[in-house]
T-cell receptor, first 116, second 115 residues
Framework: NAGVTQTPKFQVLKTGQSMTLQCAQD?????MYWYRQDPGMGLRLIYY???????DKGEVPNGYNVSRLNKREFSLRLESAAPSQTSVYFC???????????????FGQGTRLTVV | DAKTTQPTSMDCAEGRAANLPCNHS???????VYWYRQIHSQGPQYIIH???NNETNEMASLIITEDRKSSTLILPHATLRDTAVYYC????????????????FGQGTTLQVKP
């Protein structure tokens, strides 16, 4: 049981380049999330998907797009990377709110992105 | 979604109990209180959650006030490995119109356990 897997773990981009961060979970969770964490700061929600087929903006969605490809996978795309998007990105998954059983979120190990 | 307020930082002596407070005065009746911690730059780790009753597991205890406007996470015998940022979050417990159960993190409390 791998939990939440993020790829890549590290990435350096030039300003203006695009890339997609991948996230997959094998726990049959309905809800998935993308966060960014800047140095010395808490996690800020970029986008989330409450269930397959739905996505919604979080606190800091500008400059990002997401795709909930299927129940397992939730990708985050940077269309034109900017230095301000240098951060650590975390993906997480949870059962849908109100689902029976454990309700905690599981996080991936993060993608460390540097935009130069 | 209710917001939470936590102290920025706290110290605790190794072997002593660490009591981490959290205010969530605008919590709704269907929102649970969750605690997570983040060690160094790893992904956050779930600790415990509760609705209105006090809860205990192998990691910690959660004390929720009767009016549910605040809670305290208790690490009974803190060790150096408990040094981390601790996040208190409220999350809706029932999925429905307007309630998606999204997790919003605040700044958290940096707990430093000292020898």
């Amino acid at each position: 049981n791998a939990g939440v897997t993020q790829t890549p773990k590290f990435q350096v981009l030039k300003t203006g380049q695009s890339m997609t961060l991948q996230c997959a979970q094998d726990m049959n969770h309905n809800s998935m999330y993308w966060y960014r964490q800047d140095p010395g700061m808490g996690l800020r929600l970029i986008y989330y998907s409450a269930s397959e087929g739905t996505t919604d903006k979080g606190e800091v969605p500008n400059g990002y797009n997401v795709s909930r490809l299927n129940k397992r996978e939730f990708s985050l795309r940077l269309e034109s990377a900017a230095p301000s998007q240098t951060s650590v990105y975390f993906c997480a998954s949870t059962p849908r709110a109100g689902s029976p059983g454990p309700a905690e979120a599981f996080f991936g190990q993060g993608t460390r992105l540097t935009v130069v | 979604d209710a917001k939470t307020t936590q102290p920025t930082s706290m110290d605790c002596a190794e072997g002593r109990a660490a009591n981490l407070p959290c205010n969530h005065s605008t919590i709704s009746g269907n929102e649970y209180v969750y605690w997570y911690r983040q060690i160094h730059s790893q992904g956050p780790q779930y600790i415990i959650h509760g609705l209105k009753n006090n809860e205990t597991n192998e990691m910690a205890s959660l004390i929720i006030t009767e009016d549910r406007k605040s809670s305290t996470l208790i690490l009974p015998h803190a060790t150096l490995r408990d040094t981390a940022v601790y996040y208190c979050i409220v999350r809706v417990g029932v999925h429905g119109s307007g309630n998606t159960g999204k997790l919003i993190f605040g700044q958290g409390t940096t707990l430093q356990v000292k020898p």
